[in-house]
T-cell receptor, first 113, second 112 residues
Framework: DPKIIQKPKYLVAVTGSEKILICEQY?????MYWYRQSAKKPLEFMFS???????DNQTASSRFQPQSSKKNHLDLQITALKPDDSATYFC????????????FGPGTRLTVL | QQKVQQSPESLSVPEGGMASLNCTSS?????YFWWYRQHSGEGPKALM?????GDKKEGRFTAHLNKASLHVSLHIRDSQPSDSALYFC????????????FGDGTQLVVKP
């Protein structure tokens, strides 16, 4: 059974629209993250949450907003989409300790036309 | 500035050969190091962790850490085509906010 679920797997959007990427983890972890991967940046850290609170934000644009409705959920809302936002977005989770590895989901591949 | 730097960017080895991947960091606060592996179409997955100076061996994989020089390496002996993947070096500090810093990756191709 998949431990980290990301929906949808593929997403096509038009420029200027808004989309929400879903992430749920069933590993019992308290920390969750979003990363972005594209040809320009192999693995780019975006956000980290711990106990549903924002801990770190390395995304310059406010168009990217994480949303944590439940302890094991961390969705990513992206507004005013641009073609440059096209990438694969990975959700990850871990125990809340520096020495623990992060577990990644399968990713959502977003294409903005 | 990238805190974790990897070399080479890409590497091709014959099946059965030895693959050596390198990583250096610029932050002396880093205490924990990992190697992650990502196969095409999948998310990255932790391959090995190394927290103490010296070697750590797991099967065909050996990681080496030298904290004084901020250098960590991964050696894969008897490389298999299934080892072909993108390998990331990652590091984190003690304390802090759980963030792991990833390098830009080394693309390994093992040719049959």
């Amino acid at each position: 059974d998949p431990k980290i679920i990301q929906k949808p797997k593929y997403l096509v959007a038009v420029t200027g629209s808004e989309k929400i990427l879903i992430c749920e983890q069933y590993l019992g972890h308290n920390a969750m993250y979003w990363y972005r991967q594209s040809a320009k940046k192999p693995l780019e850290f975006m956000f980290s949450y711990s106990y549903q609170k924002l801990m770190d934000n390395q995304t310059a644009s406010s168009r990217f907003q994480p949303q944590s409705s439940k302890k094991n959920h961390l969705d990513l809302q992206i507004t005013a989409l641009k073609p440059d936002d096209s990438a694969t977005y990975f959700c990850a989770s871990s125990q809340e300790r520096q020495s623990y590895e992060q577990y990644f989901g399968p990713g959502t591949r977003l294409t903005v036309l | 500035q990238q805190k974790v730097q990897q070399s080479p960017e890409s590497l091709s080895v014959p099946e059965g050969g030895m693959a050596s991947l390198n990583c250096t960091s610029s932050d002396r606060n880093f205490q924990y190091f990992w190697w992650y592996r990502q196969h095409s179409g999948e998310g990255p997955k932790a391959l090995m962790s190394i927290f103490s100076d010296g070697d750590k061996k797991e099967g065909r994989f050996t990681a080496h850490l030298n904290k004084a020089s901020l250098h960590v390496s991964l050696h894969i002996r008897d490389s298999q085509p299934s080892d072909s993947a993108l390998y990331f070096c990652a590091a984190s500090e003690q304390g802090g906010n759980n963030r792991i810093f990833f390098g830009d990756g080394t693309q390994l191709v093992v040719k049959p």
